[in-house]
């Protein structure tokens, strides 16, 4: 598994659209990036309106504006990509039910915050079918709140960041927050445009 320190260093180059790692990478004279087809895409939809915006400041841009690729932006991603691959290793996780042989985990309840092989889950569900579940990945730390120690569970639009319901009441209170589901979803829709 990737180290923590990497694993920060890869979100800093995620396009905010589409949530992975920067394809062909443009910048906007606010200075953000997005992938070309990712922009291009949410931006195709706002030709009729003839005005056109950046996602995460909402700066406003009229005409269209031109956007080339970033040379050092994308070469920053392909040393990172490189350095990943030579980094990381194939990650399964472990049950965290299983008590002699360790079977392969396939999904992770994010209330209980345990690992389940397939016979386990079959159990968990049974008593807890409201759990909320997630596949099991090399990056679940990355779905619990590093204050909170909770489910990301939301989406700040106003911080344009994921939070769990304990920040929704501190730090982003009074922020537009939608559910993660519902934010994946839109940024989904934005990027199959492309």
């Avoid at 443009?26 to 990036?33: R, T």
């Avoid at 997005?34 to 922009?39: G, T, V």
């Avoid at 490189?82 to 360790?102: F, I, S």
Wanted: glycine share 4%; charged share 25%; aromatic share 8%.
């Amino acid at each position: 598994m990737a180290d923590v320190g990497m694993s920060w260093l890869e979100d800093q180059f995620n396009c905010s659209v589409c949530l992975d790692l920067l394809k062909d990478p443009v910048i906007f004279p606010c200075g953000h990036s997005y992938c070309m087809s990712c922009i291009t895409g949410c931006w195709d939809q706002d030709d009729q309106k003839g005005v056109y915006s950046c996602p995460q400041c909402k700066q406003t841009f009229t005409p269209r504006p031109v956007l080339g690729k970033n040379t050092m932006l994308a070469e920053v991603l392909e040393k990172l990509k490189k350095t990943k691959l030579h980094a990381t290793r194939p990650v399964w996780c472990e049950c965290d039910v299983c008590t002699w042989d360790k079977n392969k985990a396939i999904k992770f309840c994010l209330v209980c915050r345990i690992s389940f092989c397939q016979n386990h889950l079959k159990e968990h569900d049974r008593f807890f079918q409201r759990h909320r579940m997630t596949d099991v990945t090399g990056r679940l730390q990355e779905m619990i709140c590093s204050q909170h120690d909770k489910p990301l569970e939301y989406f700040c639009h106003t911080d344009q960041q994921y939070i769990c319901y304990l920040c929704i009441m501190d730090e982003h209170k009074n922020h537009e927050t939608v559910s993660a589901a519902a934010e994946r979803s839109e940024k989904l829709v934005c990027a199959e445009c492309g």
